[in-house]
């Protein structure tokens, strides 16, 4: 694992587009599959393959119907996982300590052997971010892949969330949000990107990029369609090269 140096501040989090969200899940099956390898205890299933499937997820999307005041109906993919808060409402009613928010990087961590799993948490988060593993009797949330971003034994390109190594779409970023000069930062400043429910006062280190309208996307998918026309192999070899870089 890579230390960061004494007195180094980050805020690391996670920007996401909704404009070219497409709600095909990928996020959440990587999410599920390295944190059940990863995060301690297996997260939880319960009847998988039966009429009334439960489990325990770290990240979800939701998909709405918006209809804006002038113009035509858009669904919008919104994904929600943990927000990593600056004023985190988890962390103040944690009565363990359990809950906490890491000085250096800002990520929002559960000690799960602190943790008594009485869902105070869960209570405070305006999110729903935080589920409690029946199997583990614990609290569990994103760690924005906390034990893939130092892990010198992966390849620097894997160092990421694996939420966002696995988009397809590239509609999720990670960055420093506290650097204003890093990428995210950059993006976030470019496409006006948002807290969600900033009246909380929780300050949230996720952004998120607002939808265009459909008469403004046109010439962003433009240049991504660019390539199938002119790529002798056509669209399967075009595919074939954006499942390469995952």
């Not at 489990?55 to 005041?69: A, C, M």
């Not at 808060?85 to 800002?106: F, H, I, W």
């Not at 999110?127 to 029946?134: C, F, H, L, N, S």
């Not at 969330?161 to 930062?185: I, K, M, Y």
Request: proline fraction near 9%.
């Amino acid at each position: 694992m890579t230390m960061l140096p004494a007195g180094t501040e980050r805020s690391l989090g996670l920007v996401i587009d909704l404009d070219i969200c497409v709600g095909c899940h990928a996020c959440v099956i990587a999410c599920k599959g390295w944190n059940d390898a990863a995060y301690g205890a297996p997260l939880s299933d319960r009847d998988p393959y039966g009429a009334e499937p439960e489990g325990t997820f770290l990240n979800r999307v939701h998909s709405y119907e918006v209809v804006p005041e002038e113009g035509a109906a858009q669904t919008v993919h919104f994904p929600k996982s943990c927000l990593h808060c600056e004023d985190a409402p988890c962390v103040t009613v944690c009565p363990t300590g359990a809950s906490l928010k890491r000085a250096e990087d800002g990520i929002v961590l559960v000690n799960e052997a602190a943790c008594i799993g009485c869902g105070l948490c869960a209570w405070a988060c305006p999110y729903g971010a935080r589920e409690r593993d029946p199997s583990a009797g614990v609290m569990k949330k994103c760690t924005l892949c906390v034990d893939r971003i130092y892990n010198d034994a992966l390849p620097e390109r894997d160092r990421e969330p694996a939420c966002v190594r696995t988009c397809p779409s590239n509609a999720r970023h990670f960055g420093d949000l506290a650097d204003p000069e890093s990428a995210a930062s950059r993006m976030v400043a470019a496409r006006e990107g948002f807290d969600l429910m900033p009246d909380l006062g929780t300050r949230p280190v996720n952004k998120y990029l607002p939808p265009r309208p459909k008469d403004e996307r046109v010439d962003v998918l433009a240049p991504l369609l660019e390539p199938v026309a002119e790529e002798p192999s056509g669209l399967l070899g075009w595919l074939d090269r954006q499942l390469g870089k995952l």
